[in-house]
């Protein structure tokens, strides 16, 4: 492999990664969303810079998270992954089986 070649990798990579957590920051904060069968339940979810969350309703649930292209992954300590998509008006939207579709707005 030359050097050249390499080198356009090297920094290709270093781009994607820059944009990636320049996406994180931007979606970090917390975001609320009203449960579609319950309009006096509130669930709160937090997503902090470092990658780490909680999922909070009756008790605090953790995750890691991560941004991928316009969507937002959570991981569970349990294994579980709930994808979220993101909109560019600052919301979350995850459509959970047996609850429905869950709206999170960021708060400021």
Known sequence: MNYRFTCTIVLFLAFLTVLACEQSLHLAGQYEAIIPFDQDSVVTLILKADG???????????????????KVWLHTKSGGL???????????????????????????
């Not at 994808?83 to 707005?105: A, D, H, W």
């Open 52 to 70: 780490k969350g909680s999922w909070n309703m009756a008790e605090a649930v953790p995750f890691q998270w991560e941004a991928r292209g316009g």
């Open 82 to 108: 709930i994808v979220g998509m993101v909109s560019e008006t600052r919301t979350i939207e995850i459509n959970l089986p047996g609850v429905g579709v869950l709206m999170f707005k960021k708060r400021e």
